[in-house]
């Protein structure tokens, strides 16, 4: 079965960092697109960053400046390294591939998911 492992979460206290991985066998980086969202339970999932094949990068407002969404085409893994993290963080977050180069912003446009990897950010 085609699919996306998620790792790397748990919990940190404010201002702490993680950082979240996404590995797979069967969907190159090099050819497919890579986003990070993440969701509250009640509420929609959000974009949070983005990685083209060609390495351009995308990212909420919310996380600029604080989150760096990288990869490694060797091993087929895609990273999102939180720093400076706050509770409003908190949230199970998904990585989600497309084939192409464009990175969008809406979960709808992804066809393959990972499981999710739940962030708490807690004192």
């Known amino acids: 079965q085609l699919s996306l492992v998620e790792s790397g979460g748990g919990l940190v206290q404010p201002g702490g960092s993680l950082t979240l991985s996404c590995a797979s066998a069967?969907?190159?980086?090099?050819?497919?697109?890579t986003a990070w969202f993440r969701q509250i339970p009640g509420k929609e999932r959000e974009f949070v960053a983005g990685?083209?094949?060609?390495?351009?990068?995308y990212y909420a407002e919310s996380v600029k400046g604080r989150f760096t969404i990288s990869r490694d085409n060797a091993k087929n893994t895609r990273y999102l390294h939180m720093n400076y993290l706050r509770p409003e963080d908190t949230a199970l977050y998904y990585c989600?591939?497309?084939?192409?180069?464009?990175?969008?912003?809406?979960?709808?446009?992804?066809?393959?998911w990972g499981q999710g990897t739940q962030v708490t950010v807690s004192s």
């Open positions: 990685i083209s094949t060609t390495g351009r990068t």
């Open positions: 989600a591939v497309r084939s192409g180069d464009v990175v969008y912003t809406r979960g709808p446009m992804y066809n393959v």
């Open positions: 069967d969907f190159a980086s090099s050819t497919h697109t």
